[in-house]
């Protein structure tokens, strides 16, 4: 049976893969990453290992160890965390982040992922695991977006693309036709509520992959905790880009969508245009 090394950070996304990993049948070990990691994942892989977020070093021992070859990174590490003291990086992680020429995402993955392949393993595609979640085409919720909405949502995706190309964030969030948030290290859920207190309800939100997304890592994700975002800050629509996201517990979101009055899309360049 294949072996399969899950690197899990917080919410349902590293759950959602190791249920289809094993599905796949691969053996799965799970490299837990504390604090974030959800305790419910021990239950769904074959073994698993709690390690805090700061410790490359044993991080990649533990994989190697166990002869793991390849990879999968699910789950968000915040990136605030180098800023809040939470982190105490080992010397492995500290010789990775003095090797950086910036901490953008992309910098410190890459950079992540060079390090596990010295040691022989291969980070796979998150979408490898996840290929029933990608978001499809189109509108989701029973109602759509109003014209207004529309001119929002197209005019949003110039600018969230925009924001992805310069590895700043995925989100944005729009007011008839004005940015009102755009986010940055703090997160989706922090920037729709943000953005959405200055828009003073009705907002619209746009979540995109970065123009040359890496589908290793980063990939965009929305799932019950955006939706809460969502009707704390009185957001109306949340379009999202199909096929290169992941939307996690789809029907469980459409139906609490629809019960907040809020519609949910996926959105493309086609769409957009």
């Known amino acids: 049976m294949a072996k399969l090394g899950l690197i899990a950070g917080n919410g349902e996304l590293p759950l959602a893969v190791a249920e ?7 053996e799965v070990l799970a490299v837990a990453l504390e604090p974030l990691a959800d305790k419910a994942l021990s239950s769904l892989v074959d073994e698993i290992r709690w390690i805090n977020v700061g410790k490359l070093g044993d991080i990649i021992d533990a994989l190697t160890k166990a002869g793991i070859k390849e990879a999968v990174m699910a789950g968000k590490v915040p990136k605030s965390m180098l800023y809040k003291s939470k982190i105490t990086p080992d010397l492995r992680a500290i010789k990775l982040l003095f090797s950086l020429k910036d901490k953008s995402d992309d910098s410190i993955l890459l950079a992540l992922a060079k390090e596990l392949k010295k040691d022989g393993i291969s980070l796979l595609n998150t979408t ?6 990608l978001t499809p085409e189109g509108v989701l919720t029973k109602e759509g977006p109003s ?6 949502i197209a005019f949003g995706w110039k600018i969230a693309k925009e924001i992805g190309r310069l590895d700043i964030g995925q989100t944005v969030v729009i007011r008839n036709q004005a ?3 755009v986010e940055a290290i703090e997160g989706t859920d922090e920037a729709i509520r943000r953005g959405g207190a200055l828009a003073g309800g009705g907002a619209v939100v746009i979540k995109v992959s970065k123009p040359h997304q890496d589908m290793r890592f980063d990939v965009p994700v929305v799932g019950l905790d955006t939706l809460m975002s969502m009707r704390d ?8 880009e199909s096929q290169k996201s992941i939307i996690l517990r789809k029907d469980k979101l459409v139906r609490e969508a629809e019960d907040a009055g809020i519609v949910i899309l996926g959105i493309s360049d086609k769409t957009t245009s």
Do not use: I, P
């Open 20 to 26: 289809e990993a094993r599905a796949k049948g691969y």
């Open 179 to 181: 940015v009102m948030a």
């Open 147 to 152: 014209e207004n909405e529309w001119k929002d």
């Open 233 to 240: 800050a009185q957001a109306r629509v949340l379009a999202v």
């Open 128 to 133: 490898d695991f996840t290929s029933n979640l």
